[in-house]
């Protein structure tokens, strides 16, 4: 139904020469109804804004830029922020790039499928595969909000949801279909629809699929993966067919302790909290689990010293593990460059390729499941001591080969910074941020939403 306000509203914005469309009326009056009947949540919600501060990942382990040459991931990656930014900065990161000449195949539309409401609203109307197959920034206008109720809540309603066909897909395959599991594991699920790895299906249109046939350890994947001799890349250095892990949180937490225990995302990164009036909610300022240590460990854990050094002991020993890995890659892939320049062929080569790429997925499994220190540091350790086990048995066969191949001396690339390491794969990141400036100039601040902008307005 048109309220008269929405009537007023409409001449007033079409007297003002803007298009509006029937449906961004209706959201707008369903978000207001939001914020009136839901304040404390609204307000909560709204509130991860506050929550700017990220890291720049290639900086503090440049050596990642090596591993992920060929691909998107080495011109930007940062750490994860307050959900307010999703859409600002998945439009401003030089991965995704600028928009390309018309009836061109550029980046998927898929990369919006975790940040905003309208891309399941834009799955509806257009297909799944529609969607998909369209171009990222061929939509950007049609994006008009961030994370939002209607991402995890019928609309208008407490009520969890799962608005995202490929999580229902994944959920069902894990036999824990959404709509059977009580509110614990929904809620857990809700955050699953986005903080779980996932690869773009090149024979459905670059679909978002979660390849969980198998089950949803590195194993099972890697399983399903090799199995369909699928890759990401090609890698340009050592030729390796690469895998890409994604913030596998879900994955990592579904083997936790915790969850065993009845712990879920919701309990930790969304506690209960009171208003001035004594009146108890959800706080839906999704954000540091230890910023709450009293409403979100207490109840179990006495004592917040012991549990943060925990932490810190598992982060460093993680962490130093990792470092680990990445130089042994490094040396890797260049090894199989110089072999592979000397003249080595398939035969010769093929199990130590499939060493670096086994080793590569299992880092990437590990490194990119933010917080794995605290939700599953175990699996954390086991996946880190195979990947090394991995890279070290392929340089073992690379150095036979090279032996057999009378190479002698290998040069390594100087990967002590951001700078150096992307010099050594040839990227130039002051032409592509120029290049970037253009694009948001030219058509992100004209036409897009400005919720494309948070963070981003000075
Ligand atoms: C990222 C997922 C997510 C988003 C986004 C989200 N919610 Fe929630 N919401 C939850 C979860 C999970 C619960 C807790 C369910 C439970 O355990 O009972 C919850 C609980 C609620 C409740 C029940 C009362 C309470 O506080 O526990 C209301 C009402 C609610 N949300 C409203 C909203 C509104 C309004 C928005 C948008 C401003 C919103 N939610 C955004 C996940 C979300
Ligand atoms: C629709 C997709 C989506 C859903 C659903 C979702 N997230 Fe996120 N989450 C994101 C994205 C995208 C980011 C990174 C935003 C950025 O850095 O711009 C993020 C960031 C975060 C962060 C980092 C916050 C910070 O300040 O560093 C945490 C923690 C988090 N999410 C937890 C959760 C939890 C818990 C749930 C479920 C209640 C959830 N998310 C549901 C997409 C989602
Ligand atoms: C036992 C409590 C606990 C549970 C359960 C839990 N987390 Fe966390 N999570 C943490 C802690 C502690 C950290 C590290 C400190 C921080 O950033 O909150 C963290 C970190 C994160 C981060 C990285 C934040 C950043 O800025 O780097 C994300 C994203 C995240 N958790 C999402 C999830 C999701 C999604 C789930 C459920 C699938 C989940 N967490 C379950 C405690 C928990
Ligand atoms: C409902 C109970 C519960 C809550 C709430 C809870 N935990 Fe736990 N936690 C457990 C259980 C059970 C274990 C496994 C047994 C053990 O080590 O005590 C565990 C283990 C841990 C461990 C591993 C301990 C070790 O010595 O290796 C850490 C670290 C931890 N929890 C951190 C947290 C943090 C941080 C929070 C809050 C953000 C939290 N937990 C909330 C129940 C809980």
């Known amino acids: 139904m048109l309220l008269l306000k929405d009537i007023k509203q409409t001449s007033l914005a079409l007297s003002m020469g803007l298009l509006v469309s029937f449906s961004a009326l209706a959201d707008n009056t369903v978000d207001e109804q939001n914020r009136a009947k839901f304040a404390n949540q609204y307000q909560s919600w709204l509130a991860t804004e506050e929550q700017s501060e990220r890291e720049d990942m290639l900086a503090a382990y ?60 834009l799955m509806n109307e257009m297909g799944v595969e529609g969607f998909s197959d369209a171009n990222f920034a061929d939509l950007g206008t049609e994006i008009k909000s961030v994370v939002y109720c209607s991402d995890c809540h019928q609309e208008g309603s407490e009520k969890l949801a799962l608005p995202r066909p490929h999580a229902q897909d994944a959920m069902a395959k894990i036999k824990l279909p959404f709509d059977k599991q009580n509110t614990t594991m929904q809620g857990a699920q809700v955050c699953g629809q ?47 067919p690469i895998l890409k892990a ?26 209960p909290a009171t208003d001035a009036k004594g009146a108890e909610f959800t706080n839906h300022k999704v954000g540091n689990a230890l910023d709450s240590f009293d409403s979100t460990c207490k109840a179990c854990h006495s004592s917040q010293k012991t549990i943060e050094k925990t932490l810190q002991n598992h982060k460093k020993s993680i962490d130093a ?5 990445e130089n042994l890659l490094v040396k890797a892939h260049f090894e199989a460059k110089a072999a592979w320049d000397a003249g080595a062929t398939w035969p010769l080569m093929n199990d130590a390729i499939m060493g670096i ?13 933010h917080g794995l220190y605290a939700h599953n540091p175990q699996e954390g350790h086991e996946l880190l001591d195979r990947a090394i086990k991995q890279v070290t ?18 040069d390594y690339p100087d990967v002590s910074t951001k700078q ?21 100039k030219q058509q992100v601040d004209k036409y897009w939403d400005p919720v494309s902008k948070i963070g981003y307005n000075n």
Request: aromatic share 12%.
């Open 420 to 440: 150096k390491a992307q010099a050594a794969i040839g990227f130039d990141e002051a032409a592509a941020k120029k290049d970037k400036q253009a694009f948001i």
């Open 194 to 240: 986005c903080h779980v790895t996932y690869y773009f299906q090149p024979e459905r249109h670059d679909k978002v699929n979660i390849p969980w046939i198998f089950g949803s350890t590195a194993d099972d994947i890697e399983k399903y993966y090799d199995t369909r001799r699928f890759y990401e890349w090609i890698h340009p250095i050592s030729r390796t």
């Open 246 to 271: 994604r913030h596998p949180e879900f994955e990592h937490w579904s083997r936790s302790e915790h969850a065993e225990a009845g712990v879920t995302c919701i309990t930790c990164h969304m506690p």
């Open 62 to 121: 440049p050596a990642s830029i090596i591993l992920w040459a060929g691909s998107a991931y080495a011109k930007e990656y940062n750490s994860p922020r307050g959900h307010q930014f999703a859409v600002a900065d998945v439009t401003h990161i030089l991965r995704t790039g600028v928009s390309v000449e018309e009836g061109k195949k550029g980046l998927s539309a898929s990369c919006w499928t975790c940040k905003t409401p309208d891309a399941p609203r």
């Open 393 to 410: 048995m392929a340089r073992q066969l690379l150095a036979m080969v090279l032996k057999q191949l009378d190479v002698e001396k290998v």
């Open 321 to 325: 593990k990792a470092r680990e890995v």
């Open 357 to 369: 790429r086994h080793s590569q997925w299992r880092w990437d499994f590990a490194m990119s499941s």
